[in-house]
């Protein structure tokens, strides 16, 4: 049996504690969060803990807050020679403090607190100084279900740089056609099969070879046509001009 002590009660160190909870093989030692962790999480019968001075001896430490605090809170740790991770895509592995064993643990998935994640769909990218921390970071990944890759720093930040790409940006970019539909009394729920629809298409064609529409085309008319709907918003007018002429780009 595998001890685990979360600190942070975000986003994704709510994820990890609910799924360390539920997992056969692995034991939530210890849940810290400088304030107070509510009862809506579910977790009942959990040792929960706002004081770094008050952590329970474990085999693993994982470190889920901002990526400001990781520093601070891995400086702060009142105790030497453990093996301590964070969860960050971003953050360097040398931030760790060197008075415990350190190593990365970084989920590449989005969180929210409202919605549960099966670790079957979170690949976690692995990163230690040891290779024994390794073995173990690994058994921990397969417990949870979750895929592993072991990636250097640089690899990491890169497919963290990658994954705003693909998550957020579009999101961002759905949160738009949102406006756009909701302005004319449309229903978003029309576009969500051909969301669907480009997401399965990926599972077997590249990103380049699946690229369709009027910018690849260059059906100058419908892209006039679409601009000049776009006059009353023109942030989002520049966004389309944007993304347009880096798909002909890329599409020469």
Known sequence: MISISVIGAGQVGTQFCKAINATKNLHLEQWYNRSKIGPENGLDGVDFCNDLMKLNPADLYIIAVSDSAVEAISNALPFEK??????????????????????????????????????????????????????????????LGSPT?????????????????????????????????DSEGLEFDILKPLMQETIQKLQKLSPYMAQTGPAIRNDKKTIKQHLKLLERTPKYQKIYEILTQSIQYTHG
């Open 82 to 143: 453990r093996l301590v991770v964070h969860t960050s895509g971003s953050v360097a592995l040398r931030f760790l403090n060197k008075k415990n064993r350190k190593g990365v643990f970084y989920p590449l998935q989005t969180f929210s607190k409202t919605s549960d994640l099966d670790f079957v769909n979170v690949p976690i990218c692995i990163e230690t100084t040891d290779k024994s921390d390794r073995k173990l970071l690994k058994s921990v990944a397969e417990a």
């Open 149 to 181: 890759y072991f990636i250097q720093s640089e690899q990491r930040q890169s497919l963290h740089l990658s994954a705003v790409f693909v998550n957020n940006f579009t999101n961002q970019l759905y949160r738009i056609a949102h406006e756009l539909t």
